[in-house]
């Protein structure tokens, strides 16, 4: 079984931003998050979940038929998590490449950084 930061960086990926299905995807940002996470990105900060759950619906919106997979493990030092991912259609080359980091305080992820390390392609 995954320790604590494993499981909630991997929530991040795949249960939140890697779930077509609102309802689902819903459920595992109260179970991830903080209420009043923090999400830092190149467009800017975002705060609180409802914030980080309209942005991931906008997200998901634009990405059809592309998904995310991990790139290795989580790294993790105490309560700091780092997961590499790429994102492409099923099967083929990525479109993006990045990672996302992760404090996490109480259990749930309180502040998120991703970063785009770039397109594979371009």
């Known amino acids: 079984m995954p320790d604590e930061v494993t499981a909630l960086m991997e929530a991040n ?3 939140v931003f890697g779930e077509a299905d609102p309802t689902r995807r819903a459920q595992a940002i109260a179970e991830t998050y903080t209420d009043d996470v923090v999400w830092t990105d190149e467009e800017g900060v975002t705060v609180g979940r409802d914030a980080l ?30 997961l590499a991912w790429e994102l492409g259609p099923p099967g083929q080359d990525p479109v993006a490449t990045g990672f996302d980091a992760a404090v996490v305080t109480d259990g749930r992820i309180s502040a998120l950084y991703t970063v785009i390390t770039g397109p594979e392609n371009g």
């Open 53 to 82: 759950a309209a942005k991931a619906q906008k997200l998901l919106d634009g990405m059809q038929g592309l998904v995310f997979s991990k790139v290795g493990q989580v790294q993790k030092a105490q309560n700091f998590g780092h």
């Open 13 to 15: 990926l795949l249960a």
